[in-house]
């Protein structure tokens, strides 16, 4: 099986040296091949150190984008590498600061291994209560509690996904074999539920470590390309979401518990595109804590 991490960057050189080192240990007991694509808008040495790290035999791999084609922002550069990635048959979208913990790596990996669900999401607000926590800040928590409400008014099918808005997530591609994705901004795990063909997901606590290198790339004009992306894929998706499979005529989807915690959430409404394929298949898996039998 194949795995490839995506990760967008933008001016991270401090941060690409970790990062590589400590996804190398998540992944490599796992016995997959795998490879990290780096995806990058930088106007400093992060390039230069992601060849230093590929020169220095971990299997990275770097894909530059001139300015000109760096519109959408990290929704369109994770776009990228999915498409460039189309030999991989799982997914893993990360950011670069290291606010996402590579360890956590190895458990989103084996919930998409095994199966169990087709898109797993390592959630910053989940209602498990197993220790996850959300942002730190008053501010922060406000805000993106707000945000989540408008997820959820708009799709409803949504409310069940604790964080709808998580960056740190894995994939499967037949999840988006159909779908037409047109992400901007930073929010692109909501461009793929609503967008996607998926059946289940499982959600796991994941607490989000300080930013130690580099500057926050958040700012107004994000919030106004998050409120004109959730507008134009309210536009762009139909109404009622599919019923699960099993379901009685009528009957609303429901959230299942299973004797793990792990929580099945409805899927998506069938979706209109307004615009283009995006090459290859993609899913998202998501954690759970138990080892899929050829990872043991």
């Known amino acids: ?61 770097l894909l530059r984008r ?16 999915f498409e460039q990635s189309a030999a991989s048959d799982v997914l893993v979208v990360m950011d670069a600061d290291l606010q996402h913990p590579p360890e956590a790596l190895s458990a989103l990996v084996a919930a998409v291994c095994d199966g169990d669900a087709e898109l797993a999401i390592a959630s910053r607000a989940t209602r498990l209560g197993n220790g996850g926590s959300g942002p730190t800040s008053w501010w922060r928590g406000f805000v993106s509690r707000s945000a989540r409400a408008l997820v959820y008014a708009l799709f409803p099918h949504l409310r069940h996904v604790a964080d709808p808005l998580a960056g740190f997530f894995a994939v499967r591609r037949s999840v988006l074999a159909d ?3 047109r992400p901007e901004g930073f929010k692109i795990l909501l461009e793929v539920l609503v967008r996607g063909a998926w059946t289940r997901i499982v959600e796991i606590p ?10 926050s790339k958040a700012h107004l004009g994000q919030g106004v390309a998050f409120a004109r992306h959730l507008l134009r894929l309210h536009a762009t998706a139909t109404d009622h979401p599919t019923p699960p499979a099993g379901a009685k005529e009528g009957e609303k989807p429901r959230l299942r518990t299973d004797e793990r915690g792990r929580r099945d959430v409805p899927p998506p409404p069938r979706q209109r595109s307004d615009n283009g ?6 899913s998202v898996m998501k954690m759970i804590g138990r080892w899929p039998a050829n990872m043991r």
């Open 1 to 61: 099986m194949q795995l490839t991490v995506v990760v967008p960057t933008r001016n991270e050189a401090d941060n690409v040296g970790p990062l590589v080192a400590r996804t190398s240990a998540a992944l490599a007991p796992l016995g997959l091949r795998w490879e990290i694509v780096f995806v990058d808008d930088s106007d400093d040495a992060t390039p230069h150190r992601i060849a230093q790290a590929r020169r220095s035999g971990h299997p990275v791999r």
């Open 66 to 81: 001139p300015v000109e084609e760096r519109s959408g922002g990290l929704g369109s550069a994770v776009a990228l590498g």
């Open 179 to 181: 779908a037409y994705l």
């Open 206 to 215: 994941c607490e989000l470590d300080p930013r130690l290198h580099g500057r």
């Open 277 to 282: 394929p995006v090459s290859g298949n993609f």
